[in-house]
Nanobody, 122 residues
Framework: QVQLVESGGGLVKAGDSLSLSCAAS????????MGWFRQAPGKEREFVAA????????YYADSVKGRFTISRNNAKNAVYLQMNSLKPEDTAVYYC???????????????WGQGTTVTVSS
């Protein structure tokens, strides 16, 4: 099991940028594919982005492609989500998650953080 703690959420205006961080502890971080998910009020949790163990392969939801960038620093046991050109529809609680496989499926992730809230005003 890996413990995950997100940070960096906040209130921003449409068009602004925000960077989220996720610190990992516990089992060897490099063994895990890392992902970001989000859950807006009244909606199901949805996939945002994933990064491979080495950091060389990434995958994005169509809704964030070209605006968000996922990255990781295995030396620091951390994964990041750089969010640019934010829109009001990006408002959600953002979760960091760890998986043993490269997947966008919610069920493929076993360990989750507590979430950090991002609010984008129009």
């Amino acid at each position: 099991q890996v413990q995950l703690v997100e940070s960096g959420g906040g209130l921003v205006k449409a068009g602004d940028s925000l960077s989220l961080s996720c610190a990992a502890s516990g089992r060897i971080f490099v063994r895990y594919v890392m992902g970001w998910f989000r859950q807006a009020p009244g909606k199901e949790r949805e996939f945002v982005a994933a990064v491979s163990r080495s950091g060389t392969q990434t995958y994005y939801a169509d809704s964030v492609k070209g605006r968000f960038t996922i990255s990781r620093n295995n030396a620091k046991n951390a994964v990041y989500l750089q969010m640019n050109s934010l829109k009001p529809e990006d408002t959600a609680v953002y979760y960091c998650a760890a998986s043993e496989g490269f997947t966008s499926e919610y069920d493929g992730y076993n360990d989750w953080g507590q979430g950090t809230t991002v609010t984008v005003s129009s």
